[in-house]
C-alpha cells in the first residue's frame, strides 16, 4: 500500500485512478485508511462480492484473500490481470506505469 501511496501522483498524471477493495468492516477500514492517509479510492467490500466478481483468490492457510491488481479501462474491460500467490506477490508499479502508458498511447492513436 506504501507503494500505492508513494506513486499515486504517477497513477493521476496517465488519467487513471487507483481503487482499492478492502474485505474489512467499515470501523477496521476507515481507521486503516486514515491512520495511513491514503489518498487513492478506498472500497469497502465486507461481503466480497467485488472481489468475487474479479476472481480474487481466497487461501485459507495464507491469511485469506490473495493480492490481485487488475487493470481496466475506460470501457470497462480489463486489460491487465494479476492474481497474487501469497501476500507479497504483488507487480511492481513501474510495470502497471507501463501498461498505461500504452494504453493511453493506443487511445491517442485513435481516429
Do not use: C
Not at 492517509?37 to 466478481?53: E, F, I, N, T, W
Not at 490481485?68 to 508499479?93: A, E, N
Request: charged share 25%.
Amino acid at each position: 500500500m506504501a507503494q500505492l501511496r508513494h506513486n499515486y501522483p504517477e497513477f493521476r498524471t496517465r488519467n487513471a485512478e487507483v481503487l482499492v477493495v478492502g474485505p474489512d468492516e467499515p470501523k477496521v477500514f476507515r481507521s486503516y485508511w486514515e491512520s495511513q492517509s491514503l489518498p487513492m479510492v478506498g472500497l469497502l467490500d465486507p461481503d466480497h462480492r467485488v472481489a468475487d466478481l474479479y476472481g480474487q483468490e481466497v487461501v485459507a492457510w495464507r491469511l485469506g484473500r490473495m493480492p490481485s491488481v487488475l487493470v481496466i479501462d475506460l470501457q470497462g474491460q480489463v486489460r491487465f490481470v494479476h492474481y497474487g500467490r501469497s501476500m507479497r506477490d504483488i507487480p511492481k508499479v513501474s510495470l502497471i506505469l507501463s501498461i498505461l502508458d500504452r494504453m493511453n498511447q493506443e487511445r491517442a492513436s485513435r481516429p
